[in-house]
């Protein structure tokens, strides 16, 4: 009877609702792994979320499923709730979100083999007084799962100092999912107040690894997790470097090139990377992987005194390299440069509501924050997912420059 009853159990769970969902942490047995690879190749939503679940049902122990269950079902009638007052997390608002173009290379290492892993189709770096976050989304892929759904880096920084906590990693598990786990020190680092040639080195909480942080050169940070005891205690995440280089020390940034290798416990898939990102203006992403592709030719029809005429292609002095062409000044002090195949996300330096005139959006961005100054962005028929991005040019410049902006 009991385990007609487990049975029971776990098949309530597999087919109830999803509002709620558990994580199991125990090993995953042989069948649990099989209906992960058929999760990964249906090409049903629904059934994915079922499959998903049964493995969930065949990892959890029964107990704490039948407790989900119970929490689940509604109150019987007549039976009295004491109202709960509703808490909200209130998000700490970001310094500054990036959007890249992605070149390089992804792979996994599990024991001797070695798995490429496909290109992000959107690339982020996000930076709060909490946390820094780098995060590589994976491009969708229609009648099958995504490959990951996100991997990345994150230190949390979630101290008056703004030193590093806490050290993740988010690494694909090749099953259309992703795996996070890190290491907290014992003692904040110093992170990004790093002097030159300055490192600093803390014990994990539970003492079995050590974080060292270090800034090699003005541009280069590098975060090492290396075991204490050798042999290594059994871990998630035994061995780790990541270096990370930026186009300038403070944000917002150029480029960002990023070498990363790992070392996890046997059966587990490590990360490796080597690329780099090249950095849009904040405020823009991408529509589209790479920004080379469907490139048009763009005409401005007016243009202020003191600029010249002609369109240069790639980008100028004052802006972004992932610019598609630029208009600049005969004394180089004013530039105006055009992205192609982007479009605002909301993101960067807390920019105020967009305006609309005639088909011309404008958002502002603080001339402080050493970005763009204004950014324009087309909603027509031919000039969709254009934006313009002005340097040293007042708003109304701006606007009549993109009013006059035709394709050929």
């Known amino acids: 009877?009991?385990?007609?009853?487990?049975?029971?159990?776990?098949?309530?769970?597999?087919f109830g609702s999803g509002r709620h969902t558990l994580f199991g942490t125990s090993s995953q047995p042989r069948s649990a792994r099989l209906l992960l690879q058929v999760a990964y190749w249906s090409p049903s939503a629904r059934v994915r979320r079922r499959l998903l679940r049964a493995v969930w049902a065949l990892t959890i122990p029964v107990d704490l499923l039948a407790e989900s269950l119970a929490f689940?079902?509604?109150?019987?009638?007549?039976?009295?709730?004491?109202?709960?007052?509703?808490?909200?997390?209130?998000?700490?608002?970001?310094?500054?979100?990036?959007?890249?173009?992605?070149?390089?290379?992804l792979w996994t290492v599990r024991g001797r083999r070695r798995r490429r892993v496909s290109e992000p189709g959107r690339c982020t770096i996000t930076v709060k007084t909490t946390e820094t976050d780098i995060r590589l989304f994976a491009r969708r892929r229609r009648h099958r799962a995504d490959a990951y759904p996100s991997i990345g880096w994150r230190l949390d920084t979630d101290n008056p100092d703004r030193?590093?906590?806490?050290?993740?990693?988010?690494?694909?598990?090749?099953a259309g999912g992703n795996s996070t786990g890190g290491v907290t020190a014992a003692v904040p680092l110093k992170l990004f107040?790093?002097?030159?040639?300055?490192?600093?080195?803390s014990l994990t909480t539970d003492g079995t690894a050590s974080i060292t942080t270090t800034r090699g050169?003005?541009?280069?940070?590098?975060?090492?997790?290396?075991?204490?005891?050798?042999?290594?205690?059994?871990?998630?995440?035994?061995?780790?470097?990541?270096?990370?280089?930026?186009?300038?020390?403070?944000?917002?940034?150029?480029?960002?090139?990023?070498?990363?290798?790992?070392?996890?416990?046997p059966g587990q898939s490590a990360l490796?990377?080597?690329?780099?990102?090249?950095?849009?203006?904040?405020?823009?992403?991408?529509?589209?992987?790479?920004?080379?592709s469907n490139r048009r030719r763009f005409h401005a029809d007016w243009l202020p005194a003191g600029f010249s005429v002609q369109v240069l292609p790639g980008s100028s002095p004052l802006g972004y390299r992932t610019a598609a062409c630029h208009?600049?000044?005969?004394?180089?002090?004013?530039?105006?440069?055009?992205?192609?195949?982007?479009?605002?996300?909301?993101?960067?330096?807390?920019?105020?509501p967009a305006t609309s005139d005639s088909g011309v959006y404008l958002r502002r961005l603080p001339a402080a924050a050493g970005g763009p100054i204004v950014t324009v962005t087309h909603e027509s028929s031919r000039l969709d997912r254009v934006a313009l991005v002005g340097y040293n040019?007042?708003?109304?410049t701006l606007t009549r420059i993109a009013a006059s902006l035709r394709v050929t």
């Not at 035994?238 to 416990?265: K, N």
């Not at 823009?284 to 920004?291: E, K, P, V, Y």
């Not at 600049?328 to 055009?338: A, C, Q, R, T």
């Open 272 to 292: 490796g990377a080597s690329f780099r990102l090249m950095m849009l203006p904040a405020g823009l992403s991408r529509t589209q992987a790479q920004s080379g």
């Open 393 to 396: 040019i007042d708003d109304e």
């Open 163 to 174: 030193h590093l906590a806490r050290f993740s990693v988010s690494v694909p598990t090749g």
């Open 327 to 352: 208009w600049i000044s005969k004394d180089g002090n004013s530039s105006v440069e055009l992205y192609d195949s982007v479009v605002s996300n909301g993101g960067g330096y807390m920019p105020e």
């Open 72 to 105: 689940q079902r509604a109150p019987a009638a007549g039976h009295h709730q004491p109202g709960r007052p509703r808490q909200f997390r209130v998000a700490s608002p970001s310094i500054n979100q990036q959007c890249a173009d992605f070149e390089g290379a």
């Open 217 to 265: 050169d003005p541009a280069t940070l590098e975060v090492t997790v290396a075991p204490v005891d050798s042999p290594p205690v059994r871990r998630w995440l035994r061995t780790a470097t990541l270096e990370v280089t930026f186009d300038r020390w403070e944000p917002p940034w150029q480029e960002v090139h990023i070498d990363y290798t790992s070392g996890h416990e």
């Open 193 to 201: 107040d790093l002097d030159i040639g300055e490192s600093d080195t």
């Open 1 to 14: 009877m009991g385990v007609l009853r487990d049975a029971c159990v776990r098949l309530r769970y597999v």
